[in-house]
């Protein structure tokens, strides 16, 4: 089962996560990467493989603008596919952001080496993976990547439902649904 009793008290929250390019490229680090998820208590709300344009890369970085990084950046993330996750878990943000490392892979190699980062990371653009880094950024970015995608109305409707343990994995569909008895 996904969630715990221990874990049943407390609200789950959202946050975005994403396989970059670099990862994706290699279907047994995806498949590997997929399944830390899974071994981390995560539900997986949605996911979907996508390849963006150059300006999809643009507006979503378009906060590092003018910044050293920021073409090198732009450029590796419309290079290939990724994949994209909305994950729900107690204190989900931070609970991925400690499972990928430091965003520098050579802190993460030394200082993290059994994350994500440290175990994968070939460098500080192609560092396998992306995370919201607050609540704000979070509702932004699923929007962004989801925009179909309602948290307020999961929130409602399926959030207690995750909470509680109603839900199964769909191995073909790579995500977790609701699984209420008739």
């Not at 500080?124 to 970015?141: F, M, V």
């Amino acid at each position: 089962m996904l969630l715990t009793s221990a874990r049943l008290s407390k609200v789950l929250q959202l946050t975005l996560a994403v396989i970059k390019p670099d990862a994706v490229a290699h279907p047994l680090m995806l498949e590997a990467l997929h399944q830390r998820i899974l071994d981390n208590n995560f539900g997986i709300v949605r996911c979907k493989d996508l390849v963006w344009r150059r300006q999809d890369s643009e507006r979503f970085y378009a906060e590092h603008s003018g910044r050293f990084f920021y073409q090198r950046l732009v450029e590796f993330m419309s290079s290939g596919p990724m994949r994209a996750y909305i994950l729900a878990r107690e204190d989900a943000i931070s609970h991925w952001r400690e499972l990928m490392g430091p965003t520098k892979v050579f802190r993460a190699r030394f200082n993290s080496p059994a994350s994500i980062r440290g175990q994968f990371g070939l460098t500080d653009t192609r560092n396998t993976t992306h995370g919201s880094d607050s609540l704000e950024s979070a509702q932004r970015e699923i929007t962004f990547f989801f925009p179909d995608f309602c948290a307020d109305e999961w929130m409602k409707k399926e959030e207690p439902l995750f909470r509680s343990g109603q839900i199964r994995y769909d191995h073909q569909n790579q995500i977790h649904t609701l699984s209420l008895s008739s």
